[in-house]
T-cell receptor
Framework: AQSVTQPDIHITVSEGASLELRCNYS??????LFWYVQSPGQGLQLLLK????DTLVQGIKGFEAEFKRSQSSFNLRKPSVHWSDAAEYFC??????????????WGLGTSLAVNP | NAGVMQNPRHLVRRRGQEARLRCSPM?????VYWYRQLPEEGLKFMVY????????ESGMPKERFSAEFPKEGPSILRIQQVVRGDSAAYFC???????????????FGQGTRLTVV
């Protein structure tokens, strides 16, 4: 069965420091992978996605992620964190690439706190 | 082009009442997905609908929950006889009917936060 693991429940970094959020997936076929961000009480904003091609994908707000098939990972990175990046981050895999079903299987999220 | 619209944004219901959550997909989208986000838990897929059809309801609780997406109008997620455990954020997403699943994603609404008192 498909699954997504985000090993870090909570991470705290200092403003200006680099960031890496981990995501591991379990999926039998070529995965379609996503990172979303959610601020408190808000909706879900897509940061970036991987469907195929270049394994290093660029997203909004200066985020990037690298797909590594050998490690079943899709880690999110940012070279310099801003205080406004404090939020909950979710990794997801598209659960069924047959037909037209785009349902997502989600990790439990990583809560990011940023120290001034 | 308006995004996915969900209403209400916040909904308070007493135990035993019915909750009706509405989702208007993006223009041109004919597929809708519902997800639930329980406190301290991640997001869980509930149901996938196309116009007038339920395609995948593998995540729907067996009782009290139902969803529809009529030919005209928004998709509705209905929860009958709500209990405190139904308190959660409910998100809707939509996707186009055409286009390869390998290069188009679903777009999310802002969610409805249901509180059962």
């Amino acid at each position: 069965a498909q699954s997504v693991t985000q090993p870090d429940i909570h991470i705290t970094v200092s403003e200006g420091a680099s960031l890496e959020l981990r995501c591991n997936y379990s999926y039998g076929a070529t995965p379609y992978l996503f990172w979303y961000v959610q601020s408190p009480g808000q909706g879900l904003q897509l940061l970036l996605k991987y469907f195929s091609g270049d394994t290093l994908v660029q997203g909004i707000k200066g985020f990037e992620a690298e797909f590594k098939r050998s490690q079943s990972s899709f880690n999110l990175r940012k070279p310099s964190v801003h205080w406004s990046d404090a939020a909950e981050y979710f990794c997801a895999v598209q659960g069924d690439n047959a037909g037209n079903n785009r349902k997502l299987i989600w990790g439990l999220g990583t809560s990011l706190a940023v120290n001034p | 082009n308006a995004g996915v619209m969900q209403n209400p944004r916040h909904l308070v219901r007493r135990r035993g009442q019915e909750a009706r959550l509405r989702c208007s997909p993006m223009k041109g989208h004919s597929h809708v997905y519902w997800y639930r986000q329980l406190p301290e838990e991640g997001l869980k897929f509930m149901v996938y609908l196309q116009k007038e059809n339920i395609i995948d309801e593998s995540g729907m609780p067996k009782e009290r929950f139902s969803a529809e997406f009529p030919k005209e109008g928004p998709s509705i997620l209905r929860i009958q006889q709500v209990v405190r455990g139904d308190s959660a954020a409910y998100f809707c997403a939509s996707s186009p009917g055409q286009g390869a699943v390998s290069n188009t994603e679903a777009f999310f609404g802002q969610g409805t936060r249901l509180t059962v008192v």
